[in-house]
């Protein structure tokens, strides 16, 4: 007598009991006819949710609709990195009014002129143009100064003088490279003590707000702690206007501190 396997499903003789291969049609045992009705049903597979399928037909049929929210997302990013593309070339480009330093082979001595001034016992006017002071900015400045920013350094400074705005561009190397800065100040004396507000200002190409230039002033540390000296001189003013091309100093004069 053939040995009686156990497989997990069988399909039980009714003549002699032997459990039999699921796929047989007559018993291996007593070759009687089996009933394949006892044979378990297999399970029933579960339905698909009707929203899902729904979704899934439109998709089927109407690919391009499921993907407009991809579209909509690429276009936000390739959007966004050609800004930022944009930005940083501007920033990197040099700017269109950069002063240009005319060669001279008489400098006015600005410094010595200041002293006399500030020296005078009543209050006395001094006016220096441009090229006045861009001559004057390279003698604090003969040497490249390192920045609070490791691998930049301060190379060059220049002023231009416009109506009421006094222009204040700063020339660094960054990491080898020229890059430029510039802040544009109102210089005003209130209850006497001189007082700059920023009015504007840019990096490279790219103008900055003036409410954003506020953050930005620690740009210029190294510059102006290489003119410490210079913004003391500018509390003993009693007015300061900015011209085009030129500013106009008047200072308080000696008797006016005793």
């Known amino acids: 007598m053939p040995s009686n396997p156990q497989p997990t499903h069988t399909l ?44 899934r037909i439109e998709k089927m049929t109407n690919p391009k609709s499921g993907s407009i929210g991809r579209e909509i997302k690429t276009l936000f990013k390739v959007a966004f990195f050609s ?27 600005v410094s010595s002129d200041m002293m006399e001034a500030l020296g005078s016992p009543t209050p006395a006017k001094v006016s220096f143009t ?5 001559h004057y900015l390279k003698q604090p400045l003969r040497k490249p100064k390192d920045t609070v920013v ?40 209130k209850d006497g003590k001189f007082t700059p507000t920023i009015v504007g200002g840019a990096f490279g190409k790219l103008s900055i707000d003036p409410q954003l230039m506020q953050y930005a002033d620690y740009a210029f540390g190294t510059l102006w702690d290489s003119l410490g000296r210079e913004r003391k001189q500018m509390d003993k003013m009693q007015s300061i206007t900015v011209g085009d091309g030129h500013i106009d100093l008047v200072t308080k004069g000696m008797s006016a501190g005793r």
């Open 12 to 55: 039980p003789c009714e003549q002699c009991g032997y459990n039999n291969e699921p796929e047989r049609v007559y018993c291996h045992n007593c070759g009687a006819k089996l009933d394949r009705s006892l044979l378990p049903k297999a399970a029933e597979k579960p339905q698909e949710d009707a929203q899902k399928a729904k979704k």
């Open 83 to 109: 800004a930022l593309i944009a930005v940083v070339f501007l920033v990197l480009q040099k700017p269109d009014d950069l002063p240009e330093v005319k060669k001279s082979d008489t400098m006015r001595l």
């Open 130 to 134: 441009d090229d006045d002071i861009n």
């Open 150 to 189: 490791p691998g930049v350094q301060l190379m060059n400074a220049f002023v231009r003088c416009v109506p009421g705005v006094l222009r204040i561009y700063s020339e660094q190397s960054s990491f080898g490279y020229p890059t430029f800065s510039r802040i544009d100040y109102k210089l005003e004396v």
